[in-house]
């Protein structure tokens, strides 16, 4: 089963402040939840062998599942977990924002990474699209547990989200899972 929920807007809902926070909170999410602490959330998804993906573009963030059938609502438990009730200790953002930060570096070094970030900048002058999705050294520098708090509770809304789902699963379950969860 491959489900992709997708947080709708990208960086046209983003300013050059807030640049990013989308795949930051998903990322941050990983490092434990409120029903699943870091440990017990990795010896979950691995006993499961199913995988968390999350992928931050212009007009929208994907946030993931790729599982069998049998294990869909083990992984879709976490996932949701992941999605509404992450930790967000401080500590935990912190590290993930140091590995933000050192990948927004590493870009420097990359000639044609470089190019496209600047010529992206150029082209798109004033329009949202001249902002990475993943942010910027200064958004993401301040970054916080508060400000993320604020970004879950302005941006992830039942609008703003798009489930697609392929696989075998009837459509009653679905409807059942998303409702007793997201809906």
């Known amino acids: 089963v491959v489900m992709n929920l997708y947080l709708l807007g990208g960086v046209r809902n983003a300013t050059p402040e807030t640049a990013g926070f989308e795949p930051m909170y998903l990322a941050v999410s990983e490092q434990g939840t409120e029903r699943y602490p870091k440990d017990v959330l990795r010896r979950a998804m691995a006993r499961t062998g199913s995988a968390i993906a999350i992928d931050a573009s212009e007009d929208w963030t994907l946030f993931g599942i790729r599982a069998t059938t049998e294990v869909l609502d083990s992984v879709w438990s976490i996932f949701t977990d992941r999605l509404l009730r992450p930790r967000l200790d401080a500590s935990e953002i912190a590290f993930v924002r140091n590995q933000a930060l050192s990948a927004l570096r590493q870009l420097n070094e990359s000639p044609d990474a470089l190019l496209a970030r600047v010529a992206d900048s150029v082209a798109f002058r004033g329009h949202a699209y001249a902002l990475s999705p993943a942010g910027s050294e200064a958004s993401v520098s301040a970054m916080t547990r508060e400000s993320l708090l604020r970004w879950r509770q302005e ?25 007793s969860t997201l809906g």
């Open 155 to 179: 941006w992830l809304v039942k609008s703003r989200l798009l489930l697609v789902v392929v696989g075998n699963v009837p459509r009653e379950k679905l409807e059942r899972m998303v409702a």
